[in-house]
């Protein structure tokens, strides 16, 4: 029977409620009893029909909450010694690892050996005997000019080769003298005579060379064995006439090849010829080149017009690079020094005590109380920094980016490698419950 009586009444409540909810005007709600009186003018009145005590039952789970709240705070204080609650704290662990310091110069990738080849003739080009991608060899041909047949031209040609057989006579005479002299045929001056118009003949042909024009001026050559990677020469043009001096042809060996950098004066004391260097380059993707340094400049010069520091030009050979292209910008990696398998930490759990000149962090005991380390360091990355010290060792819970109130002894709670992971696992050094 009381199971009936109460499903009777929650019956009646629901259609008490869903009979008041109405269009929102209040026009088809039925008339409040006389227990449920209008509410005060600024407060909001209790839908109809709703049971008595729900609003108190929704008081009293407040009331619980902040209870359980506060029993949370007093317990913290209890266990941190009636000091304040400590928020998370970012954590970290010490790991082993290859410390690497790197300096980075970007700079562009160029074959081995390159030639830029232009010409200075007024003369018209008329023919283009390669192209780009070509493999040429020293002395090959490119292009052809066009030889200007004009008078002065016909007569300095003439003279030329008068001169050449002036002198290949007067060498006869000279030859034919100084014999008969040593036998004592002719007199001194006779021969004297000879050996003078000898050279005299020599003489006057090396006049007639100056500023001859032959066949082998008009033929532009390689000068070295390799690949034409520009061809900006066209047939109309003169040779002379290539804007801003551009070359007719740039002609690269790209059996191997190499990087010119420049680097900073403030990092130059710590390149090394045959220091490693890793390349990476768009035209790689993710994979990267091997190479290594092979040359640096004894003189320095300006790295740029507007500034005062001095940049010193490093050639760095590739060793290993597959993929890699002449004329791309790169990044070369010098390896300036390196510790293997070293304890090393993120730089940002290294503090400097500014009175005593320490260098410390803070690992966090099994019951995730700081303790402050006073350390060495060695070699630093971009990132992280060896430990030299005996006293951080490896798979120890450090704290990251510490705050200046922190203190030795001081409880925390641990977030990140020292708290439990994403899968609900305690990481080793972590107090667990």
Excluded at 151 to 161: A, E, F
């Amino acid at each position: 029977m009381f199971g009936k009586k109460k499903s009777d009444q929650m019956q009646k409540s629901q259609s008490a409620i869903i009979g008041g909810a109405g269009d929102g005007s209040g026009a088809d709600a039925p008339e409040s009893p006389a227990g449920n009186a209008a509410a005060p003018e600024g407060h909001s009145k209790a839908p109809y029909g709703m049971p008595k005590g729900k609003k108190k039952g929704k008081k009293k789970k407040i009331i619980a909450a902040v209870v359980v709240l506060l029993i949370v705070v007093a317990a913290a204080k209890v266990f941190m010694g009636g000091g304040e609650p400590v928020m998370p704290t970012s954590t970290g662990t010490v790991e082993r690892m290859d410390v690497q310091q790197v300096i980075s110069i970007k700079g562009t990738v160029e074959g081995n050996d390159r030639a830029e080849v232009s010409s200075a003739l007024d003369r018209e080009i008329v023919s283009i005997s390669v192209r780009e991608g070509d493999t040429v060899s020293a002395g090959q041909l490119l292009a052809t000019l066009k030889d200007k047949e004009d008078t002065s031209n016909r007569t300095q040609k003439y003279d030329i080769q008068q001169a050449q057989n002036n002198l290949e006579s007067a060498k006869f005479d000279y030859d034919t003298s100084k014999k008969l002299y040593s036998e004592g045929v002719i007199s001194e001056q006779e021969f004297q005579k000879a050996e003078t118009a000898y050279e005299n003949a020599k003489t006057s042909l090396a006049i007639a060379k100056v500023d001859r024009t032959d066949n082998e001026d008009l033929r532009i050559t390689s000068p070295i064995s390799g690949v034409v990677t520009r061809v900006n020469a066209k047939v109309g043009f003169t040779a002379s006439q290539m804007a801003n001096g551009t070359a007719l042809f740039v002609v690269e060996d790209l059996s191997s090849l190499k990087m010119q950098v420049k680097a900073s004066e403030y990092d130059i004391s710590k390149i090394q010829v045959g220091q490693k260097v890793n390349i990476s380059a768009e035209v790689l993707g993710g994979n990267t080149a091997e190479g290594v340094v092979s040359h640096i400049a004894p003189t320095g010069e300006l790295k740029d017009s507007s500034g005062k520091e001095m940049v010193i030009p490093v050639k760095i050979d590739v060793t290993n690079g597959s993929g890699l292209i002449a004329g791309v910008t790169a990044k070369a990696d010098i390896l300036v020094n390196e510790s293997k398998n070293a304890v090393a930490v993120p730089l940002d759990a290294i503090q400097a005590d500014q009175a005593t000149g320490e260098t410390y962090l803070f690992t966090v005991s099994k019951d995730n109380k700081l303790v402050k380390q006073v350390i060495t360091t060695g070699l630093e990355s971009d990132f992280y920094i060896e430990v030299t010290s005996d006293n951080v060792k490896e798979g120890d819970i450090i704290v990251l980016s510490p705050t200046p109130g922190m203190t030795d002894g001081q409880v925390i709670v641990p977030a990140g490698a020292g708290a439990a992971g994403a899968d609900g696992g305690v990481p080793d050094g972590a107090a667990a419950e």
